[in-house]
């Protein structure tokens, strides 16, 4: 049985047996006992090489593709000779340690001789060899200078040109030079491109297909009958004898490898060294640690030799550095451990049981302790300090710190001296051209460079003013010294940016006119008082949104994650969410949430004082703070323009905006929370920031759902998180709060989905028909809010009753569209102001012609009646008639002037009488909702409303029942019924006021004419980016501290004038 199984396991086995030799047997003996006396000479089998990604984390390198014949390997022969057993399992593990060591160390030797951009052999490219790792030398960095390349290592114009990473590059798998052919490419294509098409190879670990190591034999190629040469390879190849050259490299059997540089030949003996020895220098060859780790022969202390070798890496024989210790107990150098298991395995090397990197862990505290606290003694020459493990790092680096500056003034003062070079004599620096200049002072300018970077963060503009100034006051030139200092301060002649920004966004003034004024300060005065447009431009960013970082937790929903978003395109999705509709409008906006981090950080310097005078502890505040929000929606009527191109759009236009109204914040150990911040001036527009602008009818209920929906999502996403914004310098959690409170009638019910003001259902807040109303004018309560509007929509849109339209009308309250943005239930001051002033000048016209005595007048009689009090009026209050009532003819109207004026038009003096109480009437509660904070300003109002709010509805029902019988206005139902409600829940009315959206009607105007442009697009984006500096609070503060910028600037053009009249006005120079 063994015979056949011997038979069939034999080579011959398959071949037919007339062909049989029939010394078959006796070939096989002797074919065996041949490779077991070769067996030495064979090479080993290859081992499993764990995967480079396993251990470093990094995918595994590629490899040049090279198949050896007909799949041979080189250890299946040896397999074959021992009969089935490998080398692993005859040799010794110390025995396969030290082959394989012997392996890499060949392996790389190899490498060194190879460029790892092509390919080629070293020696066989004239010219230098250039270490990929290395910085760039003077010759190659000024050559790629003046192609506008400013690397400094060679790494970066390697992944630029060759598009080749060779920072994660390890010595046993990737050569370290590259030749000068592909240094005089990189040199040609600038550092950025290349003109040669260099292919460069993919290297692998050392395996036992290594191509290497283990090269083929190049065939013998016939033409015809002729046999020819050799292809003669990348390597030398030389018969190996006894006679050997000691730094030649040995390749496969006969091979010899002659590293790059070698130039004699002479014969020399082999030389010997102990297997430690050789096994020791293998292990530096893999580790390359000779630099970064301390030899135990520093040690200032003679210790026992056993307590030494416990601080000893077994790997490398340094002292440990950064110690990691196997699950056997052994200690190693992490670096040094890590690489030994990439080159020889995952096994320990002192026992040899299995370790990777994931099974290290850190030793014991005590050990690493006494570790640290080891003496070592300095090496340099002339210190000779004892100096602890832990500490040695910092005492070396002194010395190098030393040793460079030293260099450095000896460098320095070799660069200095000039040298005559002959022909015509020198030019003086001021004489030259200013490219004259940047090529004398380029040594200098990098010198300064370097050291700005390295000592003051790259602040190069201070550091050649710091010694401007020092060379001025080592001339005595004290004038110009102090000049400068003062500009460097920020309190010279010359503005600063912000205020130049402020200056000009206050002014109105666009491009062309701020440069204009700027280059004529500047030849008039012969100083640069303003500053020019591109650092107007640098200081916008900082004002702007999009420039602060900030982070929200929870993540917003279906918001993005991005800090720096400016200004984005308001129809973002239009044509996929509006059955693919074309766009008819040009909208610009913010993102809500950049927008409120852009507001939060323009009002840190008030939050920060509000935390001071409130006695809190700065860093026991951060968290629990509440932000609570005003929001503002209006639309500012015609705003068509002659100039500009573009598309089509309504020449109406809707505003977007937001106010923070306060800021408050509850501390650890506090039950309440404390105000802060309260905006001063909530109604005026310098507080009223714009999120978004459109072009866009606000009646266009739709077009204004799509582009006002982004905005709701972003809000509603918001309440459900916090912000993380780093204010005073500590990272702060905030909550916002928001209240829509900033819209008129029209808006409301837009927004909440209700029918149009003349409606049967004729107020926002209640349920009320208008004949109910007017029959209860005082007692109502509020009644709606915005979920109870989508559930009636909803009954609106399904009729679940199968109800008629008019009963479907009464059921939902006067809800006929969808509501799309929730609002405050309260009343809108400003407009509530206006309607009762339209409403007072209508009584007065029926009262001038006694309509409570007919019963239908004509149209020509009113008209009669209402130019005779338009000019009344005009004759004796200049009051010029308008075509709409507005805020200013409002407040002079409802005046008691006003009134006395009108009754002198008024027949009857009884009805004069009536109409003078009326008017005091509304005058003493009017301030109850105009006011800010009514507890505080009119507190006697407050507790009399509701009684003057009582008499003042019984004047309607009686002596006006001529025009209130069955109705009433608006304005006049919510006056009457429900200021005081909303006074008990929200505290004012006034306060949350649009008054600010409306008074930035005026600015849109104003900041369109300033950006004037072709396109109404960029024009847009140019309105709300000066809308929303206008609103900085930052630049507000400039403004105030520059009041007497006119000053200034005729100060610098004539100072002498200026010293002598010293109560010059402000507009001696209009801006």
């Known amino acids: 049985m063994a015979e056949e199984s011997l038979e069939t396991d034999n080579p011959r086995s398959s071949m037919p047996a007339e062909l049989h030799h029939p010394h078959s047997k006796f070939s096989q003996w002797k074919f065996k006992l041949f490779r077991v006396k070769s067996m030495e000479k064979a090479p080993l089998p290859s081992e499993t090489q764990p995967e480079k990604g396993a251990l470093l984390g990094i995918p595994p390198p590629a490899a040049l593709n090279i198949e050896l014949d007909n799949g041979a390997n080189p250890g299946s022969v040896m397999k074959l000779c021992l009969g089935g057993k490998s080398k692993e399992n005859v040799e010794s593990p110390s025995r396969r340690v030290d082959v394989k060591l012997q392996e890499m160390d060949t392996h790389m030797n190899h490498l060194r001789c190879f460029c790892r951009l092509c390919g080629m052999a070293l020696r066989k490219v004239k010219g230098p060899v250039h270490d990929v790792h290395g910085d760039l030398d003077e010759v190659s960095k000024g050559a790629l200078r003046r192609m506008g390349c400013k690397f400094a290592r060679w790494a970066e114009v390697i992944l630029k ?29 600038g550092g950025v491109c290349s003109f040669s098409k260099t292919r460069v190879p993919e290297w692998r670990p050392h395996s036992s297909l290594c191509h290497l190591c283990y090269p083929r034999k190049p065939s013998f190629q016939r033409t015809r009958r002729k046999r020819r040469k050799a292809i003669p390879r990348a390597q030398s190849l030389a018969k190996r004898t006894r006679w050997d050259h000691s730094d030649s490299i040995s390749v496969g059997e006969r091979r010899v490898l002659r590293p790059f540089g070698d130039r004699h030949h002479g014969p020399v003996l082999r030389a010997w060294r102990k297997p430690s020895t050789q096994r020791e220098q293998w292990v530096k060859n893999i580790t390359h640690c000779q630099k970064d780790h301390l030899s135990v022969n520093q040690i200032s202390e003679k210790l026992p030799v056993d307590f030494l070798f416990s601080f000893t890496c077994l790997v490398c024989d340094h002292l440990l550095s950064d110690p990691v210790q196997s699950p056997c107990g052994h200690l190693f150098c992490r670096s040094c451990i890590i690489k030994y298991n990439y080159v020889l395995g995952p096994h320990c090397p002192a026992c040899n049981l299995r370790c990777t990197p994931d099974n290290l862990t850190s030793p014991a505290k005590a050990f690493l302790s006494a570790l640290q606290s080891l003496p070592l003694l300095c090496p340099k020459t002339g210190c000779g300090k004892q100096v602890r493990l832990d500490l040695f790092k910092a005492h070396s680096a002194d010395h190098d710190l030393d040793e460079q500056d030293a260099n450095k003034q000896s460098s320095e003062l070799d660069s200095y001296l000039l040298t005559n070079k002959g022909g015509r004599p020198r030019q003086h620096l001021l004489s030259l051209t200013r490219r004259a200049q940047k090529h004398r002072l380029r040594d200098l300018k990098n010198q300064v460079k370097v050291f700005a970077d390295k000592e003051e963060g790259g602040d190069l503009k201070s550091v050649c003013q710091t010694l401007f100034l020092l060379a001025l006051r080592s001339a005595n030139e004290h004038r110009q010294a102090d000049e400068l200092e003062a500009l460097m301060q920020g309190r010279g002649f010359g503005l600063r940016p912000a205020v130049c920004l402020a200056i000009r966004v206050n002014t109105f003034l666009s491009c062309s006119q701020y440069h204009k004024m700027y280059r004529t300060v500047k030849a008039t005065s012969g100083r640069q008082i303003f500053q020019p447009l591109h650092t107007l431009r640098a200081a916008e960013k900082e004002l702007l949104p999009g420039f602060h970082q900030f982070e929200w937790q929870p993540a917003l929903k279906n918001v993005s994650t991005s800090c720096n978003v400016g200004i984005i395109n308001g129809l973002s999705g239009w044509a996929s969410s509006v059955d693919e509709s074309p766009a008819d409008t040009i909208t610009r906006r913010f993102r809500y949430d950049v927008a409120l981090v852009s507001a939060l950080k323009d009002l840190e310097e008030d939050i920060m004082e509000g935390l001071r005078e409130s006695g809190m ?59 802060i911040f309260t905006e001063p001036k909530p109604n005026s527009e310098l507080s009223c920031k714009p999120l978004c602008l459109m072009f866009v009818d606000e009646s266009d209920h739709e077009t204004l759902t799509s582009v006002l929906w982004p905005i709701v999502a972003e809000r509603n996403s918001m309440k459900e998180s916090r912000l993380i914004l ?55 309560s509020i009644t709606r809010n915005h979920e109870e509007n989508l559930e009636r929509y909803e009954i609106w849109r399904t009729n679940p009753y199968s109800e008629s339209v008019d ?57 009669s009646w209402r130019a005779a009090l338009d000019k009344q009026l005009r004759k004796k209050m200049k009051l010029k008639p308008v075509m709409r009532m507005n805020g200013n003819y409002a407040r002079r109207l409802m005046t008691l002037e006003a009134v006395e004026v009108v009754c002198e038009l008024v027949p009857t003096e009884e009805r004069r009488e009536a109409l003078r109480e009326l008017l005091r009437l509304y005058l003493q509660m009017k301030p109850v909702w105009r006011a800010t904070c009514p507890a505080k300003e009119c507190p006697d109002q407050l507790c009399r409303y509701s009684f003057n709010s009582q008499r003042f509805a019984d004047l309607l029902s009686s002596t006006f029942k001529y025009r209130y019988n069955g109705k009433i206005t608006n304005y006049l139902h919510k006056t009457l019924a429900h200021v005081p409600e909303i006074i008990e829940r929200d505290g004012s009315i006034g306060a949350w006021a649009s008054e600010g959206n409306e008074s930035a009607n005026k600015l849109f105007r104003r900041f369109r004419k300033m950006n004037a442009r072709q396109s109404k697009v960029f024009e847009l984006e140019d309105v709300l980016k000066h809308h929303w500096l206008y609103t900085s609070k930052y630049l507000q503060k400039f403004m105030e501290a520059h009041k007497d910028s006119a000053k200034a600037l005729q100060a610098s053009i004539d100072p002498v004038e200026s010293l002598e009249d010293e109560d010059m006005s402000l507009e001696v120079v209009d801006f």
């Open 726 to 780: 780093s204010m005073g310098g500590l990272p702060r959690s905030f909550r916002f709060h928001f209240r829509g409170t900033g819209y008129d009638e029209k808006m409301v019910r837009e927004m909440e989905g209700l029918e149009a003001s003349g409606s049967t259902h004729i107020c926002t807040l209640c349920d009320s028909s208008r004949a109910e109303a007017s029959q209860n004018m005082v007692l109502h």
């Open 807 to 863: 009963e479907l009308r009464d059921r939902v309250k006067g809800v006929s569209a969808k509501p799309f943005m929730e609002t405050h239930p309260t009343l809108d001051a400003l407009h509530c102001d206006i309607g009762n002033a339209t409403e007072f000048y209508k009584i007065f016209q029926d009262e001038i012609g006694e309509v409570f005595k007919k019963v239908n007048p004509t149209r020509e009689e009113r008209r």
């Open 617 to 675: 502890e700065d860093s026991a505040c951060t968290s629990g703070f509440s932000v609570m929000i005003k929001e503002s929606c209006d639309g500012m009527g015609d705003v068509s323009e002659k100039h500009g191109g573009g598309p089509v759009v309504p020449e109406k236009a809707v505003r977007f905006s937001f106010t923070v109204m306060s800021v408050s914040v509850l501390a650890d150990d506090e039950e309440e929370e404390v105000t």
């Open 161 to 189: 040109v060759f598009k080749v990473d060779v920072t994660e590059d390890t010595e046993s798998v990737h050569p370290l030079s590259f030749c000068h052919r592909c240094w005089m490419a990189a040199i040609r294509g």
